[in-house]
């Protein structure tokens, strides 16, 4: 019995498939998804997720966000979610770039939203940078 992976974020639902499993990053470490496993929700963290059909593998950069399985349904709500074709690592490095800048040349009394935010931005996009090269 397959599973049924549905990946969406506040903007576009990125990925919506059956497939045979999925190991998903979280804040306590991977965890892998097979047909039958346990209800759960957990919190995605800034990583790879990996899904596996018919025995080939597909890489999904994800950051942030929660996962909920129940039954043979996971559910991925991601803060940000690209899959491995669509980076642009030329729009990804230039991302990073300004991020990192904008951090450097932040007050010391930066407002904490915004210092996440830019901590984020510049987490995800060395997890899209790192999916991206590592398919060389």
Avoid at 23 to 42: A, D, K, M, R, S
Avoid at 82 to 110: C, F, H, M, S
Wanted: overall charge negative; cysteine-free.
């Amino acid at each position: 019995m397959p599973l049924t992976l549905e990946i969406v974020t506040p903007e576009a639902r990125v990925y919506s498939d059956t497939i045979d499993t999925v190991v998903i990053p979280t804040t306590e470490g991977e965890i892998g998804i097979l047909p039958g496993h346990i209800p759960l929700l957990t919190r995605v963290a800034d990583g790879e997720l990996r899904v596996t059909k018919g025995g080939v593998e597909s890489l999904l950069a994800v950051g942030g966000g929660f996962a909920q399985i129940e039954g043979d349904t996971v559910s991925v709500l991601a803060e940000q979610a690209i899959t491995a074709e669509k980076i642009d690592e030329g729009v990804v490095e230039a991302a990073l770039k300004r991020a990192e800048e904008q951090l450097k040349a932040a007050p010391a009394n930066i407002d904490t939203s915004e210092l996440e935010r830019l901590q984020g931005a510049i987490r995800f996009a060395g997890v899209q940078l790192a999916l991206k090269r590592r398919g060389r």
